[in-house]
Each structure stands twice: as structure tokens, then as C-alpha cells.
């Protein structure tokens, strides 16, 4: 390899922008394909994410029906809770704002601590009764669990570990302290500290950051709770016997029950969609790279017919002729995969300052240089051995 290192310098220097925009596609290339095999790995660590607590006989469940007044809906709910708690199959039952299995966007909440010393944090607010933590099984593991006072909201609330350590730098340190929530002006008091659980869609930032403040959270149009039954699997019986108990109440109610088996989940599908989308981008990026490179591999090839020639006349193996155009190619995917790595880095620093749960792999850039030298040895194979067929006899017939 060493010996035709030489001669490949010196065609690169008199063919510098064939060089070059080899060199540009698969910079380019290698950024696109290395920033998409990174997002993508992401979106399938998101959508495949442990929520962080017991879904084993836990249904969410959904009443709905016409607007009504909010005092209207409070009620209602206190009645609905109170059915579902009657009901032999359930164990624990609380009313939720919102959760993991919730198919709408839900907007977020700003807090900080009320004795300022941190910075405002992006954080999750479930609003929900004050066995909500025991309804879903979560560890606590500072303090104790809110205290409901009637069906008034309550000053106490539960955070979860990450948020605790980012305002508190530890969890034992957050308890007692309270917090400003940016849609309320009254604090909160901590009055416990439980392990992470994703109880809201996984994509969304800091979704590990999350308060629990005891509220009626009933809507206008409608209820949502979380039940917890004593069988162990989420049968369909029990479901119907849930949905039952809820229309006994009011038949004209729409009530909506579903397990929680996460991979019918809308994150679940979202992220399986992005991922095929991703990929689908990916091999078509690909096949552009390997149709570029070998349309100027071919050129190259046919401007160096002569030389081609001359190296056959003077005892250059077909092989030799191949082996020639392959080094030259590999400096070019070379040069193009270490620059394209660094626009792809350039590219993670900026996303990560937005999304920084998101973590690199070297594998990741392995994967995507590998693909770039099997591309480049294919676009190269066919023009160089059209290349190693060319007789000596060609030589004589340019001079």
C-alpha cells in the first residue's frame, strides 16, 4: 500500500475537486446518517422506557360527557372515586390530571424553590388525590406522602428524585422546602421525595421532573383515574366491570377503561414511526452517497484511461489496477468521515443543550464510518474493474 500511496497523492493533486467533492458528500453524509443513528437510538430508549413504577393490575380510566360546570365535575368525581373504591376487584383508585398513557401534548410548568438560590426548572404537574402515589406503586423514599384536607386542594406535594437533586442537590435536602409552581402563586411544601416514574409522555424535556399536588383535577368535560385492581394481569372482564360501575352511575357517560400495557401506547407508536421514518431517510441517503460517488468514480476512471493503460503496459496486474482506485477512494471516505464527525458533533452539543438525557455511543460513529467505506468500495468496485480491463494496447494508441 505504501508504494501506491505516491502515485494516488499525485492524481488526487491533479484532480482536486473530483477529490473534494467526494470528500464534501461523505462529510456531509456521515454528519446526516451519525445524527440520525444517535436521535433514532434515542427515540427507541424513550419509546421503550420503564415508566418507574408497577403497571401489573393497573387500568387508567376515562369518563367523559357534556361540559358541565366545574363544581359540577368535582362532585362528580368524588361520586365516581367513591364507586370504583366499592368495587371488589379494586384495590387502590385515584383521580389524575394526566398520565403516561394520556394521547395529548400536555404543556408544562415552571418551578422554583421559593427561597430562590436555583434557577427556574422545566417540570411536570400532576394533579390527582392524595393516594395517587400509592395507586401507583411508588417508592418513596424521603418524607411521606400529601395529606389530603377534604376535597380542597392541598399546600403538600410530592417531587420526584430528579427534580429534588436538580433545585435541592439532594433529596433528603428537598423535603420541608418549598416550591413556586409558575401556575400558582401560593407555595407548596415538600413533603416527600419518590423514585423516578415517567408519568408523562417520555419525549418531552425533563419528564423525570415531576410535582404531585393533591387537587380535585377534574375538567369540564370529563374525569380521568388510575386503578389499581387485586389481580395481578389486566383482563377485559375486569375492565367491563369497571366501565360498568362508572355507567351505573350515569349510562349517557362515555367511559373509557385501558390497561396499562405500554406497547399500545402513542409514545410507544410514535417512536416505532420515527425510527422507520429515520431509517427509511438513512438507506435513502445511502443509496444517493453510493450513486455520487460512483458517477465520479467513473469519471475519474475514464479521465485516466492513458495512465491506466501505462501502468498495464508496464506490468501492472488487473488486481493492482482495482487496488489503486480503492486507496484512493478509502483517503477520500477517510478525510470525509472525520470531518463529517465533527459537524455531527457540532450538531449533539447543540441538541443536547435542548434534550440532555440524550448520550452518545463511539459505536454510533463505528457504525456509520463502516457504512461509508462499504458504500465507497461499491461505487468504486465497477468502475475499477472496468478499469483493470483495459489492455496495455490502450497506452500506445494515446500517445
Not at 456531509?28 to 419509546?47: E, L, P
Not at 463502516?370 to 494515446?398: C, E, K, N, Q, W
Request: hydrophobic share 50%; glycine share 6%.
Amino acid at each position: 500500500m505504501a508504494s501506491e500511496l505516491g502515485p494516488v497523492l499525485r492524481a488526487i493533486t491533479r484532480n482536486k475537486t473530483a477529490f473534494l467533492l467526494v470528500v464534501m458528500e461523505v462529510a456531509f453524509g456521515f454528519a446526516v446518517i451519525s445524527s440520525i443513528v444517535w436521535v433514532g437510538a434515542w427515540y427507541h430508549s424513550r419509546g421503550s422506557a420503564d415508566p418507574g413504577h408497577s403497571t401489573q393490575g393497573l387500568f387508567s380510566v376515562q369518563s367523559l360527557g357534556p361540559a358541565e360546570s366545574l363544581l359540577q365535575a368535582e362532585r362528580r368525581q368524588q361520586k365516581e372515586l367513591a364507586a370504583l373504591r366499592s368495587h371488589n376487584a379494586v384495590k387502590e383508585a385515584a383521580a389524575l390530571s394526566q398520565d403516561i398513557l394520556d394521547p395529548s401534548w400536555i404543556n408544562g410548568f415552571f418551578v422554583r424553590r421559593a427561597n430562590g438560590g436555583a434557577p427556574l426548572m422545566a417540570a411536570w404537574a400532576i394533579d390527582g388525590s392524595a393516594n395517587l402515589a400509592d395507586t401507583l406503586a411508588l417508592t418513596i423514599h424521603e418524607g411521606r406522602a400529601p395529606r389530603s384536607f377534604g376535597n380542597e386542594a392541598s399546600d403538600e406535594a410530592l417531587i420526584s428524585d430528579n427534580l429534588a437533586r436538580k433545585l435541592f442537590d439532594n433529596a433528603a435536602a428537598a423535603v420541608g422546602q418549598q416550591l413556586v409552581m409558575s401556575d400558582e402563586s401560593t407555595p407548596i411544601t415538600v413533603m416527600g421525595v419518590f423514585k423516578d416514574a415517567r408519568l408523562l409522555i417520555p419525549f418531552l424535556v425533563n419528564s423525570d421532573a415531576v410535582v404531585l399536588r393533591v387537587r380535585p383535577a377534574a375538567t369540564t368535560r370529563g374525569s380521568r383515574y388510575v386503578v389499581r385492581t387485586h389481580a395481578a394481569n389486566e383482563d377485559e372482564a375486569t375492565a367491563h366491570a369497571l366501565a360498568a360501575t362508572l355507567r351505573h352511575l350515569d349510562p349517557e357517560r362515555v367511559v373509557v377503561v385501558r390497561p396499562y400495557r405500554l406497547d399500545t401506547a402513542r409514545h410507544v407508536n410514535v417512536s416505532g414511526g420515527l425510527i422507520a421514518t429515520l431509517g427509511i431517510i438513512s438507506v435513502a441517503l445511502a443509496i444517493v452517497a453510493l450513486v455520487g460517488n460512483l458517477a465520479i468514480t467513473a469519471f475519474l476512471v475514464q479521465q485516466r484511461t492513458r495512465q491506466v493503460g501505462i501502468r498495464r503496459a508496464l506490468g501492472a496486474t488487473p488486481w493492482d489496477v482495482v487496488h489503486y482506485f480503492m486507496i484512493e477512494n478509502s483517503l477520500a471516505v477517510a478525510l470525509g468521515c472525520v470531518l463529517g464527525l465533527a459537524i455531527s458533533l457540532a450538531y449533539y452539543f447543540a441538541f443536547n443543550s435542548i434534550f440532555p438525557e440524550i448520550h452518545l455511543s463511539p459505536w454510533f460513529f463505528v457504525f456509520t464510518a463502516i457504512l461509508f467505506f462499504v458504500d465507497g468500495m461499491l461505487a468504486t468496485l465497477i468502475p475499477a474493474l472496468r478499469a483493470a480491463r483495459i489492455p496495455p494496447t490502450v497506452a500506445s494508441r494515446s500517445l
